[in-house]
């Protein structure tokens, strides 16, 4: 057994769903979290209520175990038209039955689902257990459920209950409850973690995000922190922390449950990697109308006197995202003349930066509920920074904090590995960079050049997709390596990463990006006939120094890779394997030459037969610290 303070119950984007309405519940719950089970998870539960009495069902494991046992209770809980469900990833406690969500009072009357980290757990669970509430899990989540239930006994309004607990909880909570004595009633609540309610003829929906529910309806409202959402068949009240009334705002969902389907690919992951060119399609669309025209991007309000002030521009992400911020320095460097930097924001936040009134600082996020980011973003907004997010969610969080938005538009991106989204992250940030020069003035004829290029991307990454049988075969030939290594230089440093990450993140293959200037300072000494090496050799200034450096690789055995768009028959000596890709400006080319490292990274963890859409150890969104 793990020490309380020890044993923090720290949950990744856990999954909510929760229904209230005239249908039985349960296959709504289930479908619910079978549509937020790419998120990563390990045990599962639902409470529902099917004979005036609450019950609750948990599994550890996939889902699949949750749905055996429903299936074997399945004329009973089929009666209830009223439940709440989750699915828990843990870092810190095992992932257990008793750790599983709902979690329970006492009696047993109260049911809660919770995402986020209880911060205040410890001292409020010493207090409750003075008062005789009897633990039996090790999370913080169950603190809630014993708060409530003395709440309620004093209250005896489940509203009020939730309301009074969320005064004694520090840290960050989606909340969703149900009562026994409180018929047909959900309440639910957020502080910095997702929340939505969507909205049916007769019947409401909670979820912590909008693939839980949109096989259902598509108009929902979003709840904002401290706010509290009552539900009852055919009723919903909106309150905040003070009980004040407060009016909703009703939205369509811009998503189609078609993104939820695998379209006949065998893996969420190709679907979203032969989404790309409509994701840059969709992108380019209503921004980049012609090339003497200036790109537009409407929720961007950075006007010539701002961007005349501005010192610099911090830009903040993680993962992926961090990648795209990596070219997004380039090319904003390169076209617009104003210093970047870029930083992961885990360590953003925990130094002195020098951020004012006059930087611009960027969070970069595919989901925008990346806790890091959002504390990163909040720390610069407190220091008067001009906030702009690059979000695949304009709905999320982080796109709250926002002075100015650029919305990806990349559509529900549901495997774990970020694809598309950074396909049009590095679309947009180029939109970006050239509405920046646009804006302050800078004329050139680059500008027009690249826009010219950007048109034409798609049926660039479409001829890459046709022609994948190179980039199988040199996925088949070096499965079995136990390391890899990518090199580039320039704007593709950021390609050779993502193609590392791509790599380790679903094949488990140890991978590392350098740059290759980098090589001969010490990552050579690791180079031996069984040491792939993969060198990006794009058309362009650095193109030669990395020719130079992979013949210094070559030179001690390494195993080599060529990704180019040069036709040069004398790579053909060099290297083992070469992956072709049509020609491209250096500037455009991270977003072609980051597609075969999505498919080579692909093919070999399908060849090894690793969970491609779910890997071990990750969800795909990380909500906490
Ligand atoms: C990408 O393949 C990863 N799974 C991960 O690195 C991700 O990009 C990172 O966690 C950042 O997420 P965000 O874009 O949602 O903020």
Redesign the pocket.
Known sequence: MLELGVNREVKIMCGIVGYVGNKSAVDILLEGLTNLEYRGYDSAGIAVNPEGVVKLYKAEGKLQNLKDIVEKNYGEISKSTIGIGHIRWATHGAPTVANAHPHTCNCGKVAIVHNGIIENFKELREKLEKQGCTFRSQTDTETVAHLVATKFAQTKDLTEAVRLATKEIEGAYALCVIHQDVKNTIVATRRNAPLLVGLGENEYYIASDVPAIIQHTKKAMYIDDNQIVTVTPNSIRLIDEENNLIQGKIETLPWEPVALSKMGYKHFMLKEIHEQPDVVRNVLSGKLRAIDEPITLNEVTLDKETLKNLNRIQIV???????AAMVGKYIIEDFCGISVDVEP?SEYIYRKTITDKNTLVIG???????A??ITAVRQAKAKGSHILIV???PDST?AREANSLVPVYAGIEV?????K??MA?LISFYLLAIYIAETKGVSKDELSDLKRELIVLPQKIEKILAHKEDIQKCARAFSSSKDFIFIARGVNFATALEGA??LK??SYINATGYTAGELKHGPIAMLDETMPVLSILMKGKVYDKILSNSEEARARNARMIALTDSDDVKLNELFECIIRIPEISEILSPALAVVPLQLLAYYIAEFLGKDVDQ?RN?????TVE
């Open positions: 992400a993680c993962g992926t995202s961090l990648h924001s970069v996020s595919q989901s925008g509920e990346t890091d980011t979000t695949n969610r982080m495997s774990v590995a970020a694809t989204s950074y992250q990450l791509k993140e679903i890997p990750l969800a795909k969104s990380v």
